[in-house]
Nanobody
Framework: QVQLVESGGGLVQAGGSLRLSCAAS?????????MGWYRQAPGKQRELVAD???????NYADSVKGRFIITRDNAKNTVYLQMNSLKPEDTAVYFC????????WGQGTQVTVSS
């Protein structure tokens, strides 16, 4: 079983920045873990924002490329999402995702960007 604890959401004006964190704990091998962030806006499907492998290979949604940066600290089993130049359309609940065979989700953290 894996537990994911997220932090860092909140309210920010357009053009501002936020940093999300997600720490994983439990019984797992970190060798082949992919961690990432998804988001879900009201009335929309959950979508991938960005993810990262243990060796640092990253994948970003086109809508966030050049604005968001995903990093991870393998020693702490923690993934971060630095969100810059935020737009109102980035408003959503952001979910941490952990994949190593099985898949786990965080409880979600609200990000609201005001115009």
């Amino acid at each position: 079983q894996v537990q994911l604890v997220e932090s860092g959401g909140g309210l920010v004006q357009a053009g501002g920045s936020l940093r999300l964190s997600c720490a994983a704990s439990g019984s797992f091998s970190s060798f082949n873990v992919r961690m990432g962030w998804y988001r879900q806006a009201p009335g929309k499907q959950r979508e991938l924002v960005a993810d990262i492998t243990r060796i640092g290979s990253t994948n970003y949604a086109d809508s966030v490329k050049g604005r968001f940066i995903i990093t991870r600290d393998n020693a702490k089993n923690t993934v971060y999402l630095q969100m810059n130049s935020l737009k109102p359309e980035d408003t959503a609940v952001y979910f941490c995702n952990f994949r190593a065979g099985l898949q786990y989700w965080g409880q979600g953290t609200q990000v609201t960007v005001s115009s």
